[in-house]
C-alpha cells in the first residue's frame, strides 16, 4: 500500500462531504479486505446484535451503509427488511452486490434523506459516526425518519462521544427518545494489529417515543 492509498489514517482525516465523497470512492472495492477483514473490524456485527437484543424490528435503515456490512450482520440475524443510505456511490455499488438490501440510497446526511417522517421501524448505523465523517447534528434527520416506537442502535467512536457534541445531543433529544443504553464496545477484534486496535464505540440504543 502507498501513502496515496486510502486508510483509516486517511479517513479519520477527512473533514466534509466532499473529503468522503472523493476518498470512499477509492476505497470501496478494496475496503471490505484491506480495512474490514485485515483489521477484524468488529463494529457493524455488534451493532447488528445490540439492534436486535434491543427487539429492533424491519424495516430497518442503514446510515452510512457502506459496503453494507451492517446489512449482512442484519440478515443473517434475520432482521429486515434493510435499506442502506451513504453518500458514496461506490460503496453502495459494492453493498449492492452483498444482495442483502431492499434498496439503496444515495445521498449526503447533512442535506437530508428523500424519505417521509417515520418510514423505518428500526435504524442502525455503524462506523459513520467517527472522526470526519458525520456529526450529531443529523441526529435529528435520523430521528425524523424512524416511527414511533422505532428502535435505534448507532454507533458512535467513544473518543467523540463527549468531545464532539453526540452526549449533548442526545441529552438535547431527550424529549423525543426513551430507554437509551450505551453499551461499550471494542472496534476491531483480537486479530487487529493497527494503531487503532483498542479503539472503542457506543452504541446508543434507544427508542424513539
Ligand atoms: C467507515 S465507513 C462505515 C461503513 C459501514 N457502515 C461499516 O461499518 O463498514 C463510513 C461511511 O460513511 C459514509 N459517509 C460519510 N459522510 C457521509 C455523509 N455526509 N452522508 C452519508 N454518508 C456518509 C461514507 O461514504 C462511508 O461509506
Not at 109 to 123: E, I, Q
Not at 169 to 174: M, P, S, T, W
Request: include cysteine.
Amino acid at each position: 500500500m502507498s501513502s496515496e492509498d486510502p486508510d483509516l489514517t486517511a479517513a479519520y482525516a477527512l473533514q466534509t462531504p466532499d473529503d468522503n465523497r472523493a476518498l470512499y470512492a477509492r476505497w470501496a472495492r478494496d475496503y471490505d479486505t484491506d480495512f474490514a477483514a485485515a483489521e477484524a473490524y468488529a463494529l457493524p456485527q455488534a451493532t447488528a446484535r445490540a439492534f436486535v437484543g434491543a427487539g429492533g424490528q424491519g424495516p430497518v435503515l442503514d446510515v452510512g451503509a457502506g459496503t453494507g456490512l451492517c446489512g449482512v450482520a442484519l440478515a443473517e440475524a434475520g432482521s429486515g427488511p434493510v435499506d442502506g443510505v451513504d453518500i458514496s456511490a461506490q460503496m453502495l455499488e459494492v453493498a449492492r452486490d452483498k444482495g442483502v438490501y431492499r434498496g439503496l440510497i444515495e445521498a449526503d446526511l447533512y442535506a437530508g434523506v428523500a424519505c417521509d417522517d417515520g418510514c423505518y421501524a428500526g435504524v442502525v448505523s455503524s462506523g459513520t459516526f467517527t472522526h470526519g465523517h458525520v456529526g450529531p447534528e443529523v441526529l435529528d434527520e435520523v430521528l425524523r425518519l424512524a416511527a414511533p416506537g422505532a428502535v435505534l442502535a448507532l454507533a458512535i467512536n467513544a473518543a467523540h462521544y463527549e468531545a464532539h457534541g453526540f452526549a449533548a445531543a442526545l441529552d438535547r433529544l431527550a424529549p423525543q427518545i426513551r430507554d437509551l443504553d450505551l453499551p461499550e464496545v471494542r472496534i476491531y477484534g483480537p486479530a487487529a494489529q493497527g494503531a487503532h486496535r483498542d479503539d472503542m464505540a457506543r452504541i446508543a440504543v434507544f427508542r424513539k417515543r
